[in-house]
């Protein structure tokens, strides 16, 4: 296997008003804050609570929600956020209103309030897992969302993609993958190349043009020497979701290697939610994990995983590494998923992986690279088909890499009016 490709894959592996009127739809805009403190709420779920139509607030707590006209004077919306007392406001109401903050009041736990749990982490944890089948759809369906990936390297982006893609899933308890179908992907013009291994990769260059002109071969000198991160785009989404891969990793082998413990009760929704804190003793797959299962009290449904993680490097690749003298000082990966409940079942709402990676490179004399990778991709689910879903056709599944060369299909009146993250970016 060429050097460089592996020492890639393996550190990717272990790495106005609120309302404007616009073509029968409302634009909802506004910003979610704590009302304690006016700091922003970055991945606040808003959505109606009678319908599926939905998005999240950025890092900043702002978003923006496209509605249909004809929902306006029926419908309500409703702001979720892990800890956090739902709010809710009738849409006719925030038009009238004028204002676009979105308070949301966190739920305290008094210290002199003690719950006594009949059951231990481990029992509710093994509860969960044993009626897993019972809270999920047990019927295909389609979810129609926003994605969304970032890289950027010391500071600077390297790489950027939004998408809508419509993402297949099968029953609960079919072994059948999901599949993924892209409608729509945009970048920004104003990447930069990546800097990492750039000057390894300029010297191999430079032996390969050498090389060929003395065996009178031609060679390529305008093909680009960036070094790309594959960061999994929309199709890798369903691995991603640390709900449905759940017993992967919490299982009657792995869970001894677990110190679980309670945090207090928190609420979602509405909901009253047993917080589960586990914390592993030993590296799982090269991997420490820092993770809180968030668990509906009256089902015992999972309805949220957060994960904080540390990757080691493995064995086997700590020979390689210090053979291209490459030093890995940190690599730290955070899962966030949440679900939301339809119908009495439980769908995936949001997913959102985090990653950063500190990695330096010396060169023969003092010239050393050093680079800190900053890695965000989220997904959020904007709408949901419950009935009828069947798999796409062959054609119309995302296969690995083609998301690059849907970017030339770049159309900008598909954009408009489109419920997403609310990132702004100046260059599209």
Not at 290 to 319: G, Q, R
Request: glycine letters at 4%; charged letters at 25%; a positive charge.
């Amino acid at each position: 296997m060429n050097t460089k490709y592996y020492i890639l894959v393996l550190l990717n592996l272990i790495v106005l008003s609120p309302f404007s009127y616009t073509q029968g739809l409302f634009k909802v805009e506004g910003q979610v804050i704590d009302s304690k403190t006016k700091n922003p709420l970055e991945y606040a779920t808003i959505s109606l609570k009678e319908g599926f139509i939905g998005t999240i607030s950025n890092k900043q707590g702002l978003f923006c929600l496209y509605i249909p006209d004809s929902l306006v004077n029926s419908a309500t919306l409703e702001v979720n956020y892990l800890g956090y007392y739902s709010f809710q406001m009738n849409l006719y109401d925030f038009k009238k209103d004028g204002k676009n903050t979105l308070a949301l009041k966190e739920k305290v736990n008094e210290i002199k309030e003690v719950i006594i749990k009949p059951l231990t982490p481990l029992q509710i944890v093994t509860k969960s897992l044993e009626y897993y089948d019972t809270f999920y759809s047990t019927k295909p369906y389609i979810i129609k969302g926003f994605y969304m990936e970032e890289i950027k390297e010391n500071g600077k982006y390297i790489d950027y993609k939004e998408a809508y893609v419509d993402l297949y899933n099968p029953s609960n308890t079919d072994t059948a993958k999901s599949l993924a179908c892209l409608h729509q992907v945009r970048t920004r013009d104003d990447l930069a190349q990546m800097q990492f291994l750039s000057r390894y990769s300029e010297q191999k260059h430079e032996k390969s043009l050498k090389k060929s002109n003395r065996k009178g071969e031609d060679i390529d000198t305008n093909q680009s020497q960036a070094l790309q991160i594959m960061f999994g785009g929309p199709q890798s989404i369903p691995s991603d979701d640390l709900i449905k891969n759940i017993r992967n990793y919490y299982n009657k082998k792995n869970i001894k290697h677990f110190i679980l413990s309670f945090e207090p009760n928190t609420i979602y929704s509405g909901r009253e939610i047993y917080v589960i804190r586990c914390i592993s003793t030993k590296p799982l797959d090269n991997t420490l994990i820092d993770a809180k299962l968030f668990i509906d009290c009256a089902s015992f449904a999972l309805i949220a995983v957060k994960s904080k993680s540390e990757i080691t490097i493995p064995a086997l690749a700590k020979p390689l590494l210090a053979l291209f003298r490459i030093e890995v000082d940190k690599l730290l990966i955070q899962h966030n998923t949440e679900y939301k409940l339809i119908n009495e079942t439980w769908y995936p709402s949001k997913t959102i992986v985090i990653g950063y990676a500190d990695a330096t490179k010396k060169y023969r004399g003092k010239y050393t690279e050093h680079s800190i990778l900053e890695i965000t991709k989220a997904f959020v689910s904007t709408d949901f088909q419950l009935d009828n879903a069947v798999p796409f056709r062959a054609d119309q599944i995302l296969q690995d890499n083609s998301i690059e060369k849907e970017l030339q299909n770049y159309d900008p009146e598909f954009w408009k009016n489109k419920n997403r993250i609310s990132y702004k970016i100046e260059s599209l």
